[in-house]
């Protein structure tokens, strides 16, 4: 649910018509001749606007085998089902008005003049005191009760994955970039690299499950009059906590980090030594530290954690800078010098979480 518009659909657009069809037959009118209508940038297909029966809505199709959205459907209703059983008064979410598994299609409210805390961080507008505030909403979420989730049995999120660890299957690397196969090569013939994440999943099998989102990024809170709403929850399920607070450290790192690179002498023609990106990640580091610290500690208002879950938050957010670098991979000829950089930091991270937790700022703030 980004502010970042694409093209406006076209009226004789397949995706359109489709759309307006499923919307029609919800009886919330449709988008046809709208003037608000719009595209939105992600992995799915997505489309907002206010119907001619004045519905702000924002439909989503979900991309990829039908079996595998389904799925993913079936989780985010089940999280809008545990929201109106057990209310968490400060955990807010576009309410879904609609679903098809057999078309891929959900259709929710539309969130009005809202902005991500991804833009936010991009426009350097995200407070120390919002950040808590997002940690806030993460504990809510947490809070929700978790047994149900356990009862209707695990859907293990892609990545990091054990077996494409030890090998890509033959339609994965027939469809993966050169950059994308290096990457993978990295990852593979790194022996510690490779058991430390095998040893983080493991550790993740073993933590206490909570009600977690497990796609968890800057990109799914919407910020709008001053309430966070959470969004995305197809990937919702019983998991280790680590990994939501671990996406969102993570993608705050990584985009300080890229930022201070961008921002040092953006005039600058000839890549950066070494030596001048080890200074550049440095600042970026530093530069996230209190925002990471305010969200951590927004978090533990809400959930009390000790060391071994701030340790699984670090693994899970140097992670999150390999998975920016195979993000980056599928649109890239050849992986760029300071992403291949920051993902050696999340390396480190990985093989020695615990050296970590002081830098990042995953420790309590001082009475």
């Known amino acids: ?20 069809a499923f919307l029609v037959s919800l009886g919330l009118g449709t988008l046809a001749g709208q003037p608000d209508r719009k595209y939105l940038p992600g992995r799915n297909t997505n489309m907002s606007g206010t119907t001619d029966t004045g519905q702000g809505v924002f439909v989503k199709k979900l991309e990829g085998p039908q079996q595998v959205a389904e799925t993913r459907i079936q989780q985010c209703l089940a999280f809008e089902q545990l929201l109106q059983q057990y209310p968490e008064p400060q955990l807010f979410s576009p309410r879904c008005l609609g679903s098809e598994l057999g078309s891929q299609l959900m259709v929710f409210e539309l969130v009005e003049d809202a902005v991500t805390a991804a833009d936010l961080v991009k426009d350097h507008g995200l407070t120390n005191s919002l950040a808590r505030s997002l940690g806030n909403t993460v504990g809510h979420l947490h809070n929700l009760p978790v047994d149900q989730l356990r009862q209707s049995g695990p859907s293990t999120p892609l990545l990091p994955s054990a077996e494409l660890l030890d090998g890509l299957p033959v339609a994965l690397f027939e469809a993966s970039s050169a950059a994308e196969l290096q990457v993978w090569s990295l990852l593979q013939n790194d022996v510690a690299l490779a058991d430390a994440l095998r040893a983080l999943l493991e550790r993740e099998r073993q933590a206490e499950p909570v009600a977690a989102h497990c796609d968890l990024r800057l990109d799914q809170f919407l910020i709008a009059s001053g309430r966070i709403h959470l969004t995305d929850l197809e990937e919702f399920q019983a998991g280790d906590a680590a990994r939501d607070l671990g996406g969102v450290v993570g993608d705050l790192l990584h985009r300080a980090v890229l930022d201070a690179a961008t921002s040092e002498d953006p005039d600058r023609d000839a890549a950066p030594s070494r030596e001048q990106m080890l200074t550049q990640i440095t600042s970026g580091i530093r530069l996230a530290r209190p925002t990471i610290q305010a969200f951590w500690n927004g978090y533990l208002e809400q959930r009390p954690a000790g060391s071994a879950l701030a340790a699984r938050v670090v693994a899970f957010a140097g992670w999150h800078l390999l998975d920016r670098l195979l993000a980056g991979a599928r649109t890239a000829p050849r992986l760029a010098a300071l992403p291949r950089a920051a993902a050696g930091i999340g390396r480190r991270a990985l093989l020695t979480p615990d050296k970590f937790i002081l830098t990042l700022g995953l420790v309590e703030d001082l009475a």
């Open 1 to 20: 649910m980004s502010t970042l518009s694409a093209p406006v659909p076209a009226a004789d657009d397949t995706r359109f018509q489709e759309v307006n």
